[in-house]
């Protein structure tokens, strides 16, 4: 055991607090200082968590099979870029990318009918409800038997994932626009469509990019569990599987280190979006 | 439009639309199982060198043993058969495997519950966490978690840690993340106003958590369990695949596709689909109990 070791994480880790309760009880009044600040606190408590996740790994010696270090993972993502690349490559280029946009797409567009029809809104809204809680990775089997082994399987998986959770919010976001706003438009003499493009879809956009949200990351999910079942020899989840097999878990983690990458960085890519198609409402103005 | 109420609202709004619907996805159904299983059957016919009618075709292809889409009949009669007349214990029961799944599932949903309001209680009241915690919990669930799932079940069967506790830890992960949001802007809910009264009645914190936080947290509580609870469901059903499919409902799943039984996996979804409709309603049941006690039913 070295407690050496151990002692700095510790430290390294009071050092960390002590200084982000000093930043909280700061009050800057210099706008940019205070975004500093705001992203200051969350990074310096990362890196405190994973100075003491390393620490406690390197103090109690304990097995890399069981778990191990930051610093390997990292040794390992940089040794096995072109592996890690290539997994990435089939199972989110392909798959989810595909998968996403056809499953929005046509959650997007079923909304639009479905609000359309006071019946199928009645009929199909509270399915659809049920369908969104539903665990729906459990298709992938089905899907893999269908659509053979590639990536088309693992598109079709994240298709029905999250074709539901659009639907659900689309439908809900179509009646966001007020009785005021829709009389307006009357009195301006436009027909459905109009009211519809210029009006109620814009106003539904926080409703959509919520749902955008959600899926990106239940299609990652999607299509890398998809991949547990069955699979050409590439693709993340099929790396994650096979290498937890052979006890690797240090390549295992750096797939997840991947995954969440990917993960933060198109939800990330998202909010920005949302952002500047959503400018008019209260929370960002 | 004509405001309906009781009896025939529930008719004309909820029953006749839905069961219209219901209908239309049975009908369709059938329709592609006979598209999709009528390939076979023709190959299989043209092996044997014989001729078949469109009927006999039809008929053919809703009695296949291990068809690309089983007819609805099939999948009902699988689960009678597996569920009714087989006995409890027996490893081909899938009340059995459903058991297993559920009781991960409930300690997963419990511990994941409890984890997410500590959290959200520690948030509150420490603005340090708030700051800090805060981005990371939501940078969590742009992590593929299920990815980890795995890791998890072999990292803990390695140190001697296997059975219920592996599984249940991968629904605790998925779970806290809800009933933590939900939480935190639940037990931030109270007015300015309504905290400045217990502040004139000179109250300490513990009084303003107990008899104004937590009450107004209550309804937020019960809409995040719901959605913890059904992916507690998930967790539970993926955390079962990497252990080789030994029980429960995912193990069901993927021995199913691994010989091929669709009929097996069909029938494992159709369960998992009613044990997570069953759950969501028995949250919403006690939620709508414990609220009109409180006096808070809308």
């Known amino acids: 055991m070295n407690t050496q070791i151990l002692a700095i994480a510790v430290a390294f880790w009071l050092v960390a607090w002590l200084v982000n309760t000093w930043l909280v009880g700061l009050r800057p009044t210099n706008g940019l200082v205070a975004k500093a600040i705001n992203l200051m606190i969350p990074l310096l408590f990362g890196v405190a968590l994973l100075v003491l996740w390393e620490g406690v790994i390197k103090g109690f010696d304990v097995s890399k099979v069981l778990m191990p270090a930051p610093s390997m993972v990292w040794a390992r993502i940089t040794s096995s870029v072109d592996i890690l690349w290539a997994d990435f490559y089939q199972t989110y280029m392909k798959a989810v990318l595909a998968g996403y946009a056809m499953g929005c797409g046509s959650g997007f567009v079923a909304a639009v009918i479905v609000d359309r029809v006071p019946f199928l809104r009645k009929g199909l809204l509270p399915i659809g409800n049920l369908v969104a809680a539903l665990p729906v990775v459990g298709i992938a089997p089905i899907m893999i038997m269908w659509f053979g082994f590639d990536w088309q399987s693992k598109a079709a998986v994240v298709v029905v994932m999250t074709f539901f959770p659009m639907l659900v919010n689309t439908v809900a976001g179509l009646t966001a626009s007020g009785n005021m706003e829709r009389d307006l438009m009357r009195t301006y003499a436009s027909n459905y469509w109009q009211t519809l493009v210029k009006l109620r879809i814009p106003a539904a956009m926080p409703f959509i990019f919520n749902a955008l949200k959600i899926n990106s990351t239940l299609a990652l999910i999607g299509a890398i569990v998809a991949e547990f079942f069955g699979t050409p020899i590439v693709g993340m989840g099929f790396r994650i599987s096979t290498e937890v097999g052979r006890m690797n878990i240090d390549m295992v983690w750096a797939e997840i280190f991947v995954a969440a990458l990917a993960g933060s960085l198109s939800y990330g890519l998202l909010a920005l979006l949302e952002r500047a198609v959503t400018f008019w409402h209260p929370s960002y103005r | ?298």
Request: proline residues 4%; glycine residues 6%; charged residues 15%.
């Open chain 2, 1 to 298: 439009m004509l405001e309906r109420r009781g009896f025939s609202a529930l008719l004309y709004d909820r029953i006749v639309p839905i069961g219209v619907v219901v209908a239309v996805i049975i009908v369709l159904w059938y329709g592609f199982a006979v598209l999709l299983n009528a390939q076979f059957e023709r190959d299989q016919a043209a092996r044997a060198k014989t001729e078949i009618t469109t009927s006999q075709l039809i008929e053919r292809t809703l009695s296949q043993d291990r068809p690309l889409l089983p007819a609805p009949h099939q999948v009902v009669s699988e689960i009678w058969d597996t569920t009714v007349m087989k006995k409890i214990t027996s490893k081909r029961s899938l009340v059995y495997h459903g058991w297993i799944t559920l009781s991960s599932t409930l300690l997963g949903f419990l511990m994941g519950t409890v984890l997410g309001i500590s959290l959200a209680v520690a948030i509150v009241h420490s603005k340090v966490l708030d700051r800090s915690l805060m981005p990371w919990i939501i940078v969590s669930q742009t992590v593929p978690i299920l990815a980890i799932a795995p890791v998890i079940i072999v990292v803990l069967n390695a140190i001697g840690i296997s059975g219920l506790f592996p599984k249940a830890l991968i629904s605790t992960y998925l779970s806290f993340f809800p009933v933590a949001v939900g939480m935190v802007k639940g037990l931030r809910s109270p007015d300015v106003m309504h905290l400045d009264l217990m502040r004139t009645y000179n109250s300490s914190a513990a009084q303003i958590f107990w008899k104004l936080r937590w009450p107004a947290s209550v309804p937020f509580l019960f809409t995040s369990m719901k959605v913890a609870v059904a992916i507690s469901l998930v967790g539970a059903i993926v955390g079962e695949m990497p252990t080789g499919a030994v029980a429960g409902l995912g193990a069901r799943l993927l021995s199913g596709s691994y010989y091929g039984q669709t009929i097996q996996i069909w029938s494992a979804l159709f369960s998992a689909a009613v044990l997570a409709a069953l759950l969501v309603m028995l949250v919403d049941l006690a939620s709508r109990i414990v609220l009109r006690r409180m006096g808070m039913a809308q």
